[in-house]
C-alpha cells in the first residue's frame, strides 16, 4: 500500500516549477511588448477603471442564479429548522460560490478542487451534504456544457472574421453533432453512476479501500439523488444550463468594455469571440496556478488574430489579473469569515458547560 502523503513532496515541486514557468512567460510577455506600451494603455483608464469589474460581477450573479434554481427546483433544500423548505438565497449563493472560486482559482486541480468546498459551506448553513454534492455537480455540469457551447460559436464567429477555407455550415453542424454526443455521455455517465464508477476504479488503483469504504454511503447516496434528478427534472436542468450560457455571453461584455476603455473598440461579435477563445487558453494551463502566463500567451495570439496587437493584448491581460484578485480577494474572505464564525460558534459552545458549573459552585 502506497505510504501517506508519499507523492506529496514531488508534486508540490512540480505545481512550483510550472508556477514558476508561469510567472517567466508572464514577464517576459511584458518584456517584450514594452513596459512603457502596456503603461502607457493603462493610463487611458483613469477614474474608468471601476468599470471594468462591473460585466463580470453580472455574470457571477447570472451563474449563481442558475445554482439557485437547480437548489430550489430540482432539490428542494431543507433547513435544519423545522419548517418548510427553504433554499439560500441568492446573494449568499454568491458568496459560497465566490469562496469555491476563489480555491479553484489558486489551486491546480483542473477548477473542481473548489467544488466540495462549495457543498461544504453550503452544509455548514443547513442543506444536507448528499443534496448539496448533488446540487454543485449538477451546476457544474451546466457551467462546462454550456461553456462548450460558448466557445464553439466563438470559434464560429472567428472563422467568420478570418475568412476560413472551412464551410461554416459544416462547420455548425459538426459542433452540434459533437455536442449532442457529449451531452448524452455526461448526462449518461452520472445517471448510470458517477462515483459509484469512481469508486470501482479507486479501490483498484489506489489501493485505500478503508478509506473509500467510509466515503461509500454519501457517494452512492449522492449518485441516487443525481438520477433523480436527471430522470424527473431535465426541465430545471436546462433552466439551469441558459442561466449559465447567458452567463458566458454577459461576461463577454468584458472584453468589449475593456477595449472601448483603452481606445480600441471591436464590435461585440469579436468581443464574444475572443473571450470564447480565451476560456480556451486558460484551460489550457489547468496545472499551472491561475493559469499564468499561459493565460495571457493565449490572449496574445487571439489578440493578434484579430488584428488587436500584442501590447493591447497583455494590458488587457493585466487589467483581468486585477479584477481576478479582487474576486479572489473577496472569495477568501467569505471562507475565512465562515471558518471564523464556525470557530467563535464552537468556542462558545465549549465555554457554556464551563459556565454552568460555575453558575452551580456559586
Known amino acids: 500500500m502506497a505510504q ?64 439557485w434554481w437547480v437548489l430550489r427546483r430540482g432539490f428542494g433544500v431543507p433547513v435544519k429548522n423545522p419548517g418548510p423548505a427553504a433554499t439560500p438565497g441568492l446573494l ?50 451546466a457551467l462546462m456544457l454550456t461553456q462548450g457551447s460558448f ?17 461554416l455550415p459544416l462547420a455548425a453542424a459538426a459542433g452540434v453533432l459533437l455536442g449532442i454526443l457529449t451531452f448524452g455521455i455526461i448526462i449518461g455517465v452520472q445517471r448510470r453512476g458517477l462515483f459509484g464508477i469512481l469508486l470501482g476504479l479507486s479501490r483498484r488503483w489506489s489501493g485505500r479501500k478503508a478509506l473509500l469504504a467510509s466515503w461509500e454511503a454519501d457517494l452512492l447516496a449522492v449518485d441516487e439523488r443525481l438520477r433523480e434528478f436527471y430522470g424527473g427534472r431535465i426541465r430545471d436542468f436546462l433552466i439551469c444550463c441558459a442561466f449559465h450560457f447567458i452567463g458566458w455571453v454577459v461576461g463577454s461584455w468584458e472584453v468589449y468594455v475593456v477595449l472601448w476603455l483603452l481606445g480600441s473598440p471591436v464590435a461585440f461579435p469579436s468581443a464574444f469571440a475572443i473571450e470564447a477563445l480565451s476560456g480556451v487558453a486558460k484551460l489550457a494551463a489547468v496545472i499551472v496556478p491561475g493559469s499564468l502566463g499561459v493565460q495571457e500567451g493565449g490572449q496574445v495570439v487571439i489578440f493578434v488574430a484579430f488584428g488587436l496587437g500584442a501590447p493591447l493584448a497583455v494590458t ?47
Open 4 to 67: 501517506p502523503g508519499a507523492g506529496a513532496r514531488p508534486r508540490a515541486i512540480w505545481q512550483a516549477l510550472c508556477l514558476g514557468l508561469g510567472l517567466l512567460l508572464f514577464a517576459g510577455l511584458i518584456y517584450g511588448v514594452g513596459l512603457a506600451a502596456v503603461a502607457s494603455a493603462l493610463r487611458r483608464l483613469g477614474w474608468l477603471t471601476p468599470l471594468i469589474a462591473i460585466p463580470y460581477l453580472a455574470s457571477y450573479l447570472v451563474d449563481s442564479l442558475g445554482w
Open 92 to 141: 449568499q449563493l454568491f458568496a459560497l460560490r465566490a469562496a469555491g472560486e476563489a480555491v479553484n482559482a489558486i489551486t491546480p486541480t483542473a477548477y473542481l478542487g473548489g467544488e466540495p468546498l462549495k457543498a461544504w459551506l453550503l452544509h455548514r448553513r443547513g442543506t444536507p451534504l448528499v443534496t448539496g454534492l448533488a446540487s454543485v455537480l449538477v451546476s457544474k455540469t
Open 151 to 167: 466557445v464553439f460559436l466563438g470559434l464560429l464567429v472567428g472563422l467568420h472574421h478570418w475568412r476560413s477555407a472551412i464551410p
Open 316 to 362: 488587457f491581460g493585466l487589467l483581468r489579473r486585477g479584477r481576478e484578485l479582487l474576486w479572489i480577494g473577496f472569495g477568501l474572505g467569505v471562507l475565512i469569515h465562515h471558518q471564523a464564525l464556525g470557530w467563535m460558534k464552537r468556542r462558545a459552545e465549549s465555554l457554556e458547560p464551563r459556565a454552568e458549573r460555575g453558575n452551580l459552585g456559586q
